[in-house]
């Protein structure tokens, strides 16, 4: 039974925790990935995304794996993303489905595609602040992190097409 968006609990404040491992870059990188990895659940799986994010910050972050430190995602960007894409997935949806060609359609895409295609655009939506070529190099590296043939160009030509169309070509 998927939970309703008030019975879900909110996330759970970040840990305690002495420093955060990594650059800001870094961070908003490993929040990045993150985002992608906890929209994929969500398509996925069809859990509320309140949970999903709650299960991140609270079992998934600041994980050591055989003894190496992960680096610390910044929450507050995993949080928006995640939350962005879920409110304006229709219009996101929409806009992924005018960049594709032939009969491609957003359902036939693979759900980690569509996931790091939805996080790009939302931030390309609601992130003026972020250059354009630095969202699209984020989500061509973090697709670069599931797939190794064709995806990343696809990741590139949909991001770069989408981010002219709302940006500006100058962007």
Not at 10 to 21: D, F, H, S
Not at 64 to 73: M, N, Q, R, T, V
């Amino acid at each position: 039974m998927v939970k309703k968006k008030e019975d879900a609990p909110a996330p759970a404040p970040e840990k305690a925790k002495t420093r955060p491992r990594g650059s800001a870059k870094a961070r908003r990188r490993s929040a990045r990935l993150a985002a992608v990895q906890a929209l994929y659940q969500v398509d996925l799986t069809g859990t509320d995304p309140e949970v999903v994010m709650g299960e991140f910050i609270t079992y998934r972050f600041e994980e050591d794996i055989d003894g190496d430190k992960l680096i610390s995602a910044d929450i507050p960007t995993f949080i928006g993303i995640v939350r962005g894409v879920t409110e304006r997935r229709g219009q996101i949806d929409e806009m992924i489905a005018g960049s594709l060609s032939g009969a491609w359609t957003v359902d036939r895409l693979e759900v980690p595609l569509r996931a790091v295609l939805r996080a790009g655009i939302y931030e390309l939506l609601a992130e003026p602040e972020v250059a354009t070529g630095i969202i699209i190099d984020e989500y061509v590296e973090i697709t670069h992190a599931f797939f190794a043939n064709r995806e990343p160009g696809m990741v590139n030509a949909v991001l770069d097409r989408i981010g002219k169309a709302v940006r500006g070509p100058a962007a």
